[in-house]
């Protein structure tokens, strides 16, 4: 197993969920999704996780940033335990520490590029740090574009804004779910290249589920489930590691 | 693409309910007219049926018209007449009716039923057919009188109480010497009867030795045709008539039922209305779900459909909708039939009994009507979605509105509105008669042109709300863009509202002005302190006049008698006043001459004074009942009001030539002024006569006051169902949009935009679109209550545009309470919406 650390990085975590566990439905229809999965997101690390469909990366994705609830084991984002959390709170918590990135419908189409950036601090009532601002828009490349409607954006600079949103409010973890799903290769590599540099440069967490190896090798980590458990992870991860490792999933799920 | 089109409907159950209510009120509210007038007018026939069962020929007196100087009359129905017709072959019996009002008080002193409905007549004979006795025996003499039962249980009188009656004045306190049962309609109506004995009855009546009526009884194997064609042989046709009471009783019904079909046909109007609101929710919806289906639609057209069958796709949904809201709209416009006369029951408003009427034409106009409306409103959404092309299969994007056709249509929403505008501001400055057609042209031009007008009215009103908005924060802010993002949609559902509000102020501003103009009218004219008449407006007896100018404390006071006469062959009713004093009692305004009533001077008003062109000191000659002739003279012109006009005499000329003096009010001014002190004592003179109000100033203020308060409750009960239907399509606009817009919803959510703050988002998208429709509304209805104001005023010189301000400020408040009620469900939903669904659903 090519398991090694990346040497240099903070051992900080961001994210833990520990033997976490989501069943739907009961007897006959019952259906574990994630069974006792245990994981840390380390701080400045860029996480990617993958597996087949129906293995439960959503799932765990959406039981770690609180937008779904679990039904054993525990969940924290940084010191904050999410299991015992009411909706508001959970509301609460969405809103001040963690940012998201989603395949699609990620703006609202009445707002303004900007708007829609400043979107998270809006509803937080808090005023944006100007210099901080500056320099994502700067970064994700929109500084002619601030005042233009979703509609007026191509897929890529939409999803561009939604990048700039998540990272405008300085959130302790980013999730994002299938953020170049609906891109062309250009546009999601320019989305990802944005995402990599906001790990190395301004220090955030990442954690992407997608079941793209190309986009996949532009994290720190890759992380691959199947059944609802964690089968394997690779540090350092390149495209084509990562895609030798699935056809492995894939073989040993033909042959079992 | 029937089944097709029926599947379409099951999946969007809970998407048509709305609509389904809508038109389903709509429905109701014209089944339920429909069921309602029927039944009364049928219950109303046959009780006026049983009330002729004691008739088989009634003979009435003739009318002998007024010919050059002779003042018209009645024929004399007398003793004679009546025993020629109880011999005429054919005939068993014949009986003298005699009619009149008779006020009954109750044990209070107080007038028992509404004063129109207080009627009294003749018991004939020992035992009168007509009124059976359930105790006592036939009233002797003028200190014995009947009740009827009715009236009796609802006083609590028993045999031998003495009552406190009024014919045209005097108080009467004679002995019950029994009670009745009749069939009489006045009576199941609510009204009162009493019965005298004949002579007193003629006396009491002012019909000496006469007859109102004779009702003569055919005599066995006798049919009532060959009864009538023995009586006309039997009595002079000049001075009677004949009828059957078969033809009677048709007569009434006929009455009855004409009667009914302008209660039915005003009703119906404001069904219309509703419905027409309700056709607003209809395009909405359909147009909401074509847009919903657009990719489905497409692939119908992909592989193969016609234009025709996918609008007919539409039509047929249409058409499922419209028969399930007919059908429950007929079942509920049952109930409400059924409950409406119960419910009048209950509020003590008696009517006869009888069963629920419900004919096929109720049930097919109740069908047709909600599936005619349905479809005819749908008919738009269903071509736009034939010009869906296939190719929309293919994309993504929902079809989107065009600015260009927006364009268009503000074009044409700026020209009908000018029009509409142009039309009714030429209107108020033609004549109020021929003016009332373009007024209504031009309001519906522009209330067209508002409609289409709407869309872009829009952003700029809701703009103007965005500072209050921005207190609510980001809710706020979305609230406002999401209410001017379909502005087509903001625009109908506002415009729902606005239709109902606009009539309700126009209708407030319009009775408003009105009543101050009435309430300044009957103040300005009038320098009395009471005005004094009965409680029917009847003739009220002379002797009324007389005590109260003798009551200690009276300064001045007049009757107001009435005479008829004929001048230069045209016949003119002449006022009779105290002449001396009428100066103080009236405030007119005179054009020429001066204001002298005395000796053979008399007042005209402007009007005669045209018409026969007279001039101060001119003279002409009056020919009374009588036979008389009487020269008089112009002394003075005078500008005549609704409450004062015609010629002015004075009493002292006219009453020689008349038989039976009677005043129509009797006006009073007293040392002190108006006062509950005065009041009472001019009461008690009176001898607290049950029959006879007396009022001061306030007292007829507060009595138009409250005919127009009856009035405009009753609009807004009616106006009240299209504000019911408009509240519907909001919930129904709001419920698609956030259905709609899940997964913007489900993003926000997920960014961190908690349950309350979506829900105030969605409280106040309704709110906006409601307030929005309420400013439309009572701009509107401001408008053409000026409108029509203008018409009205140039009849009534005391008309001035009174504007409710406080009324307005309810309205729009109450825009504001149907906003907040109609977002409760939607808000609820958009809140309770399943976060990681909505962001997954493509």
């Known amino acids: ?256 | 693409m029937f089944r097709t089109a029926l599947r379409n409907v099951l999946a969007h159950k809970a998407r048509l309910l709305m609509t389904v209510l809508a038109v389903m009120l709509g429905v109701a509210f014209v089944s339920g007219t429909l069921v309602f007038t029927n039944t009364i007018s049928d219950a109303y026939q046959k009780s006026s049926a049983k009330g002729f069962d004691h008739v088989d020929v009634a003979v009435r007196a003739k009318y002998q018209e007024s010919k050059g100087n002779q003042v018209g009359k009645d024929a004399k129905l007398t003793r004679t007449l009546l025993d020629r017709a109880a011999k005429a072959p054919g005939a068993a019996s014949a009986t003298g009716v005699v009619t009149g009002f008779t006020a009954i008080a109750d044990k209070d002193g107080k007038l028992l039923g509404g004063g129109w409905q207080s009627a009294g007549g003749n018991y004939a004979g020992p035992k009168d057919a007509r009124y059976p006795l359930v105790s006592g025996h036939a009233p002797r003499g003028k200190d014995e009188i009947l009740i009827d039962s009715k009236t009796a249980d609802r006083a609590g009188y028993k045999v031998g109480d003495t009552v406190r009656i009024s014919v045209d004045g005097p108080v009467l306190t004679p002995r019950i010497s029994g009670i009745f049962t009749t069939d009489d309609g006045n009576v199941a109506a609510g009204g009162s009867l009493a019965l005298f004995d004949t002579p007193t009855a003629q006396a009491l009546f002012g019909k000496k030795g006469t007859y109102d009526e004779i009702d003569v009884k055919a005599a066995a194997g006798t049919s009532q045709a060959a009864l009538k064609a023995g009586l006309d042989k039997a009595l002079p046709s000049h001075l009677v008539e004949t009828t059957t009471g078969k033809q009677l009783a048709d007569d009434q019904a006929q009455m009855i039922s004409s009667s009914m079909s302008g209660l039915k046909q005003s009703l119906l109007v404001f069904a219309g209305i509703a419905l027409f609101v309700g056709t607003f929710i209809i395009a909405n919806t359909f147009t909401m779900l074509v847009a919903q289906r657009t990719k489905e639609l497409a692939l119908m057209r992909a592989v193969g459909a016609s234009r025709r069958q996918v609008t007919r796709s539409v039509l047929i949904e249409a058409f499922v909708v419209g028969t399930v809201a007919g059908v429950t709209g007929l079942v509920a416009g049952i109930g409400i039939g059924a409950g409406l006369r119960s419910l009048l029951g209950s509020f003590g408003a008696s009517m006869p009994d009888g069963p629920l009427v419900i004919t096929p034409g109720t049930v097919v106009a109740a069908l047709a009507v909600g599936i005619v409306i349905t479809v005819l409103a749908a008919w738009l959404p269903g071509r736009r979605a034939a010009k869906i092309p296939p190719v929309a299969a293919m994309s993504s994007v929902h079809a989107q509105a065009t600015t260009k056709s927006l364009v268009l249509r503000n074009t044409f929403g700026a020209l009908f509105s000018a029009a509409g505008v142009a039309v009714v501001l030429a209107a108020t400055s033609m004549d109020a008669d021929a003016a009332q057609g373009p007024m209504g042209l031009g309001a519906v031009l522009l209330i067209i042109g508002v409609f289409i007008l709407t869309p872009l009215l829009s952003r700029p009103l809701i703009a103007a709300a965005a500072p209050v908005l921005r207190v609510f924060g980001v809710s706020g802010k979305l609230a406002r863009q999401n209410s001017v993002r379909n502005p087509r949609r903001t625009a109908a559902t506002a415009s729902a509202l606005m239709i109902g509000l606009t009539l309700i102020t126009g209708m407030t501003v319009m009775a408003g002005s009105l009543q101050a103009a009435i309430d300044k009218m009957a103040s300005s004219a009038v320098r009395a302190d009471y005005v004094v008449s009965m409680a029917n407006r009847g003739p009220l007896s002379p002797d009324v006049a007389e005590k109260l100018a003798s009551v200690d404390g009276v300064t001045a006071s007049s009757p107001l008698r009435n005479a008829e006469s004929r001048i230069n062959g045209e016949t003119e009713f002449l006022t009779g006043v105290n002449g001396p004093v009428i100066g103080e009692l009236t405030d007119l305004k005179v054009q020429d001459g001066r204001f002298k009533v005395g000796g053979t001077q008399v007042v005209v008003d402007k009007d005669r004074a045209k018409q026969y062109g007279w001039r101060a000191g001119s003279q002409f000659t009056a020919h009374y009942e009588d036979g008389k002739a009487q020269k008089l003279t112009v002394a003075g012109i005078y500008e005549g009001n609704d409450l004062l006009n015609g010629i002015i005499v004075d009493d002292k000329a006219i009453t020689p030539h008349l038989k039976d003096p009677a005043d129509m009010q009797v006006m009073v001014k007293t040392a002190d002024g108006a006062s509950s002190a005065t009041k009472d004592k001019l009461e008690k003179a009176l001898g607290s006569n049950p029959a006879i109000k007396v009022q001061d100033k306030q007292d007829i203020s507060n009595d138009i006051a409250k005919m127009f308060t009856m009035m405009l409750n009753m609009v807004y009960g009616l106006l009240g169902m299209a504000v019911i239907v408009a509240v519907l399509g909001v919930i129904n606009t709001l419920a698609m949009s956030v259905f709609e817009r899940s997964q913007e919803i489900g993003m926000l959510r997920a960014i961190g935009l908690d349950r309350k703050a979506v829900k105030r988002m969605v409280r106040l998208e309704s709110l906006v679109i409601s307030l929005f429709g309420g400013v439309l509304g009572i701009g509107l209805g401001v408008f053409f209550g000026w409108a029509a104001g203008e018409l009205l005023g140039t009849k009534m010189p005391t008309y001035e545009l009174v504007l409710p301000w406080g009324r307005m400020t309810v309205f729009l408040l109450l825009a504001a309470v149907v906003g907040v009620l109609a977002a409760l469900w939607p808000a609820r939903r958009a809140a309770r919406l399943n976060m990681l669904a909505a962001i997954k659903a493509e």
């Open chain 1, 1 to 256: 197993m090519t398991t090694t650390p990346t040497a240099g990085r903070t051992t900080a975590v961001a994210a833990r969920a520990t033997e976490l566990s989501k069943i739907y439905g009961q007897g006959e229809t019952r259906v574990v999704a994630l069974d006792r999965v245990s994981v840390d997101f380390r701080q400045a690390e860029f996480t990617a996780i993958m597996g087949p469909s129906g293995s439960g990366k959503s799932t765990l994705m959406h039981c770690v940033a609180g937008l779904d609830s679990f039904s054993s084991g525990s969940v924290r984002i940084g010191e904050t335990e999410l299991g015992s959390l009411k909706d508001r709170q959970l509301t609460k918590l969405r809103r001040d520490k963690i940012g998201f990135i989603f395949q699609a419908f990620n703006l609202l189409p009445t707002l303004t590029a900007l708007e829609n950036i400043t979107l998270p601090m809006d509803i937080a009532g808090r005023k944006a740090d100007k210099a901080w601002l500056d320099q994502v828009i700067q970064m994700v490349g929109l500084s002619g574009r601030l005042s233009h409607r979703p509609s007026q954006l191509s897929g890529g600079q939409q999803q561009r804004v939604a990048v700039a949103r998540a990272l405008a409010s300085k959130p302790e973890i980013i999730f994002g779910d299938e953020p170049t799903g609906n891109l062309d290769s250009r546009s999601g590599a320019e989305v990802l290249g944005f995402l990599r540099n906001s790990v190395r440069e301004l220090g955030q967490t990442v954690v992407m589920v997608t079941h793209d190896p190309v986009a996949a090798a532009y994290a720190d980590r890759v992380v691959f489930l199947a059944d609802g458990r964690i089968v394997d992870e690779i540090y350092g991860p390149t495209a084509d590691s990562v895609l030798d490792l699935m056809k492995q999933f894939d073989a040993k799920g033909r042959t079992s």
